[in-house]
T-cell receptor, first 116, second 109 residues
Framework: GAVVSQHPSRVICKSGTSVKIECRSL??????MFWYRQFPKQSLMLMAT?????????EQGVEKDKFLINHASLTLSTLTVTSAHPEDSSFYICSAKFVGPYNEQFFGPGTRLTVL | QKEVEQDPGPLSVPEGAIVSLNCTYSNSAFQYFMWYRQYSRKGPELLMYTYSSGNKEDGRFTAQVDKSSKYISLFIRDSQPSDSATYLC?????????FGTGTSLTVIP
């Protein structure tokens, strides 16, 4: 299957700082990438859909000024958590849509964010 | 009504058992069906995908789609402790993805 990488895998930061998470599709081009948030033992919660070269589409209830998404190229999307607070601590997962017969989503390994 | 419904479990089976995981969906226009496996603290891993009614087999895994009943299943034969994970069904409409809540599976040695 196609490979999606995510960096960093784990980050601990102080409250009030900003954190950037990168998502890369390594062996395919992805015009569409997705950002999810997952709390322990809960399912994926879609935060936003990132389209290369255009503004991200945010799901209802997700603050776009807090979670900045940039999809600058066909292989890279970034999520920046601005002015992070402890309640932003979570597991953030990106995925990339593979344009093929089934349009599968391939997921990155996730980033665990802990805000102190 | 949610677009995709999945029993969260947890499901616990002995090693070697046949496991059946199921999802129902609401919209008959849904086209593509996928199953993901997620180990604890890891991203989901695509297991199988299909778009037609019927069965698709890959090793010990069989994905089944019944479009008339709007029901999809994943069967795991000869289950192993390494199959212990959360399994998510996913449906792509051609425009949007919908995920089930995931079923937590534990295979007991």
């Amino acid at each position: 299957g196609a490979v999606v990488s995510q960096h960093p895998s784990r980050v601990i930061c102080k409250s009030g700082t900003s954190v950037k998470i990168e998502c890369r599709s390594l062996d395919f081009q992805a015009t569409t990438m997705f950002w999810y948030r997952q709390f322990p033992k809960q399912s994926l919660m879609l935060m936003a859909t990132s389209n290369e070269g255009s503004k991200a589409t945010y799901e209802q209830g997700v603050e776009k000024d807090k979670f900045l998404i940039n999809h600058a190229s066909l292989t890279l999307s970034t999520l920046t958590v601005t002015s992070a607070h402890p309640e932003d601590s979570s597991f953030y997962i990106c995925s990339a849509k593979f344009v093929g017969p089934y349009n599968e989503q391939f997921f990155g390994p996730g980033t665990r964010l802990t805000v102190l | 009504q949610k677009e995709v419904e999945q029993d969260p479990g947890p499901l616990s089976v002995p090693e070697g058992a046949i496991v059946s995981l199921n999802c129902t969906y609401s919209n008959s226009a849904f086209q593509y069906f996928m199953w993901y496996r997620q180990y604890s603290r890891k991203g989901p891993e695509l297991l199988m995908y299909t778009y037609s009614s019927g069965n698709k087999e890959d090793g010990r895994f069989t994905a089944q789609v019944d479009k008339s009943s709007k029901y999809i299943s994943l069967f795991i034969r000869d289950s192993q402790p390494s199959d212990s994970a959360t399994y998510l069904c996913a449906i792509y409409t051609g425009n949007q993805f919908y995920f089930g809540t995931g079923t937590s599976l534990t295979v007991i040695p």
